[in-house]
Structure formats: C-alpha cells, structure tokens
C-alpha cells in the first residue's frame, strides 16, 4: 500500500504561486507515476500534469502549460506541483494519484492510477 499526502495549498491572491508537494509513505519501493489532478466546485475532475517515475517524461494540460510546473525528489519520496499566476478557474481541490503501469498517454484519466491523496485545497481571493 502507498499513502499519499497533499500539501502546500490555501488562499492566493490572482497572480500569486503556490508550490504544492505530494508525499508518498508505505511502499514507495520502485517508480511510481504521479499525476496530479483537481476538481472544482460542481466541476468534473480533470487532470493538470503528470510525471514518470524517474521524472523523464513530464506532461501539462493545455490550460495549465506554461504556468505550472512538476518535478520529483525520489530521495523524499515527494513531488512537486508549482503553480505560477494563479487563476480564477484554478480554484479547486488539487490530488495527486500514483500508479506504477500508468500510460504516459493517458496520464491524465484517473482510471490509470492505483493510489490517491486527500487533497489540498487551493483558493484565490478576491
């Protein structure tokens, strides 16, 4: 089993950065694939980016391209979701998902990973 936690959200001005981490405990043995997901308020889940286990391959939705950024520390078990000129419409609940035979293809349907965090919420004031 592997435990995934979420940190670094909370209430941002528009423009401002976050830097959101993802955790990993249990059996963090071998390369996971972490995607990074969120959902808004009364809006389907959607996946923003995503990462090889060994950080090779890095893959961003179009909406979030050029403002966000994901990088890993295997030696922490941890990845990173740096999110730069915060948004309106980046509001939401930010989850990271790990699962090993995850296709780079698909990284960003949910249906390809094993495992799942809490989440972090992330806000922008007004």
């Known amino acids: 089993q592997l435990q995934l936690v979420e940190s670094g959200g909370g209430l941002v001005h528009p423009g401002g950065s976050l830097r959101l981490s993802c955790a990993a405990s249990g059996a963090t043995r071998g390369y996971y694939a972490i995607g990074w997901f969120r959902q808004a308020r009364g809006k389907e889940r959607e996946g923003v980016s995503c990462?090889?286990?060994?950080?090779?391959?890095?893959l961003y939705a179009d909406v979030v391209k050029g403002r966000f950024t994901i990088s890993r520390d295997n030696a922490k078990n941890t990845v990173y979701l740096q999110i730069h000129g915060l948004k309106s419409e980046d509001t939401a609940v930010y989850y990271c998902a790990a699962g090993r035979l995850v296709r780079m293809d698909f990284c960003d349907e949910g249906s390809e990973y094993d495992y799942w965090g809490q989440g972090t919420q992330v806000t922008l004031s007004s």
């Open positions: 990462i090889r286990g060994t950080g090779s391959s890095k």
